[in-house]
């Protein structure tokens, strides 16, 4: 079929090439293995492999339908896991067919028969229909892609059905007036005319092969909304990839499905027409209507009306006879619904492994942590902090006196008790200064470990990326189900003076992860300040005056506090090392049960209020990770609950 070209020169000598071969039967001789059913036997749209029509409860599918479609919109996929894209685009479709085609033809039974019309670039669909119709409703031309907007022609006391937010109601339409035009991209033109037959509407749907990606995916969804697939193909393209990709994704799904072949050349007709059909059995799509049209003259840029007259009496007779319209129904639908029983499952593993993934990636986050509080741990026992500057503010305190100075003085003396000399203070500070740079130092180490750890997996790459963009493109599948959620970061804070995430350089926004945020620092003064003043507070409760080695000694409570700090800096807990003598002193005042009971008391406080400055930090990758959408652990269970209750409804 040449589309606005005059006749070949084969057709021009013999009228008769103008004629259709009919079904399939009537292509000539062709190897017996090959030789497809004869016009009388042939079944419509693969009528003989169904099975005798048992009735089953609507009500009761379309509910269990309906209790399947919630557990797949909560079956989010947010993080980046092997086949996890595939998966993405398997939830889309299970939904698209859900409200496009399974919920709209249980609600709308007596609706009329929707065929697609879809194939190959340049194969002729717009011309057929045209040719059908008997006007010009669908565009034609030699610019490939042509179709940029599907058109639905179908019968004026049929285009109501279609005119609702019924049939495809994600998708917008506009009926067609005067001449076909082109139209907008994802755009649905119902064109409304007397030369089609009652009770079945042929939508021309963008070429499934096309270059524009947008016209592909179009394409699968006009087809998964449908009740029967008009495959049409060339004689010169019928073997492309492409074509069987669909042919064999139709057998898959068990569709009800026709097929043309169009443009054969006369003088190959029988060999062409002959191989094709090999091929479709070879690859076991049996069973169904074909038709093939061979090239002609154009007239009006339309077949002639005995060409295409056999495809149209076809259509007709499928939407007027009952036993072939309840076949095609039934072979669409439970075609669908069979693979729900693999899909779904499949989704259900995909929404386990988002967990899975979840956790790993918290666990990352939470292992380097955990390592940075057990090095905190080791550093506070094992003598490393009683050095450099503790050491020397220690020798400087204990060596010039002011230890014994500040631990006793005559009850005379009461007014000068908290008065502690500035050595003391010194060592205070020195100490709170140590145990601060070991919580800041451990906290920029486990933030860069996690970071590490996250570039090593896929997922966790895939959240830094996102994190270095701004987060701000959201996939379709968040945008389309309401499920995107913004980044919020700890450390963006106007008031601290942080610059806003949107004005920072991408490379800014991961290297600020990976290094303790800015409050951190503030957030270890306040906890060891705190603490100091806590151990304080335990030393003045424990009284140690009234168990004091003299009766006529008095203590000084924030110096002894001091020197039972330093010696939690100390090397062990034995009787070597820098902390022997504040240790023996606390032995000697507080008595060595109670000092064990104070020292086990104080660290497990400190420790306390370490780790909540840790678990801060980390909510940081938290957020990264809520960012994305939180995968419902819950849904997985329910997806299998819903597929065996639907199998349970049919």
């Not at 699968?220 to 004689?235: E, P």
């Not at 499928?318 to 693999?342: E, H, K, N, W």
């Not at 741990?377 to 490393?384: A, F, I, K, Q, S």
């Not at 039972?564 to 606390?586: M, N, Q």
């Amino acid at each position: 079929m040449t589309e606005g070209h005059g006749a070949t020169a084969a057709a021009a000598r013999d009228p008769g090439a103008g004629v259709s071969t009919g079904p399939v039967a009537d292509a000539g001789p062709v190897p017996a293995a090959a030789v497809p059913p004869p016009p009388s036997q042939a079944s419509p749209a693969g009528e003989a492999e169904i099975e005798p029509h048992v009735r089953v409860d609507a009500t009761l599918i379309q509910s269990a339908i309906l209790a399947l479609r919630k557990p797949i919109i909560a079956a989010s996929l947010p993080l980046e896991a092997p086949g996890v894209e595939d998966a993405r685009q398997e939830r889309r479709k299970l939904l698209s067919q859900i409200d496009d085609y399974l919920l709209p033809r249980l609600r709308e039974s007596g609706a009329p028969i929707l065929v697609a019309l879809v194939g190959s670039t340049g194969a002729g669909k717009s011309t057929l229909v045209n040719s059908i119709v008997g006007s010009h409703v669908s565009m034609t031309g030699i610019r490939r892609p042509t179709t940029n907007s599907p058109v639905l022609a179908c019968h004026p006391d049929d285009v109501g059905w279609f005119a609702e937010n019924v049939f495809l109601p994600t998708v917008p339409r506009v009926r067609q007036e005067g001449l076909a035009r082109s139209g907008k991209d994802g755009l649905l033109v119902l064109a409304a005319n007397e030369g089609m037959p009652k009770g079945v509407a042929l939508l021309d749907t963008p070429d499934i092969d096309s270059v524009v990606q947008a016209h592909r995916e179009f394409a699968h969804q006009f087809l998964d909304a449908s009740d029967l697939w008009l495959f049409m193909t060339t004689a010169s393209r019928y073997a492309d990839a492409t074509v069987w990709e669909l042919l064999q994704h139709a057998r898959d799904r068990g569709a009800a499905l026709a097929i043309v072949l169009s443009r054969v050349p006369p003088a190959a007709g029988e060999e062409v027409v002959g191989h094709f059909h090999a091929m479709l059995e070879a690859n076991g799509i049996t069973g169904n209507q074909r038709f093939v049209i061979p090239e002609t003259v154009l007239i009006d840029g339309k077949l002639p009306p005995e060409i295409c007259a056999p495809v149209r009496e076809w259509l007709a007779q499928t939407a007027a006879q009952p036993d072939r319209r309840v076949a095609v129904l039934t072979r669409t639908m439970s075609g669908v619904l069979d693979t729900f029983r693999i899909r779904v499952p499949a989704l259900a593993a995909q929404v386990e492994d988002q967990v899975t993934v979840r956790t790993g990636l918290s666990g990352a986050v939470t292992g380097a942590y955990q390592a940075g509080l057990d090095e905190i741990d080791r550093t506070m026992r094992d003598g490393t902090l009683m050095s450099g500057e503790v050491l020397a503010r220690w020798q400087d305190f204990a060596g010039a006196g002011d230890l014994l100075r500040t631990l006793q003085s005559r009850r005379g003396s009461r007014q000068h008790r908290h008065r502690a000399p500035a050595r003391a203070q010194a060592l205070k500070l020195a100490a709170r200064t140590a145990i601060e740079s070991l919580i800041t130092s451990v906290g920029d180490r486990a933030a860069e470990n996690c970071l590490a750890r996250w570039r090593e997996d896929p997922a966790g790459a895939a959240l830094l990326d996102r994190l270095g963009s701004g987060g701000a493109a959201a996939a379709a599948w968040q945008s389309e189900f309401a499920a995107e959620a913004g980044l919020i970061f700890g450390w963006d804070s106007a008031a601290d003076g942080a610059v806003p995430s949107e004005s920072r350089d991408p490379r800014e926004r991961i290297a600020a992860l990976g290094r303790s945020s800015p409050e951190m620092p503030i957030r270890a003064v306040r906890a060891v300040s705190a603490w100091q003043d806590q151990v304080t507070h335990l030393v003045q409760a424990e009284n140690v005056t009234r168990r004091s080695i003299a009766k006529a000694v008095t203590l000084d409570d924030d110096a002894l506090a001091t020197v039972l700090v330093v010696s939690l800096l100390g090397a062990g807990e034995d009787d070597t090392g820098t902390a022997t003598i504040p240790r023996r002193l606390l032995t000697s005042l507080f008595g060595a049960g109670l000092l064990r009971d104070i020292t086990a008391r104080t660290r497990a406080d400190l420790r306390h209020r370490i780790k909540l400055i840790l678990d801060e930090e980390m909510r940081r990758f938290a957020d990264v990770i809520d960012a994305v959408g939180t995968p419902d652990a819950a849904a997985s269970l329910h997806l299998y609950q819903a597929t065996y209750a639907l199998e349970v409804a049919r």
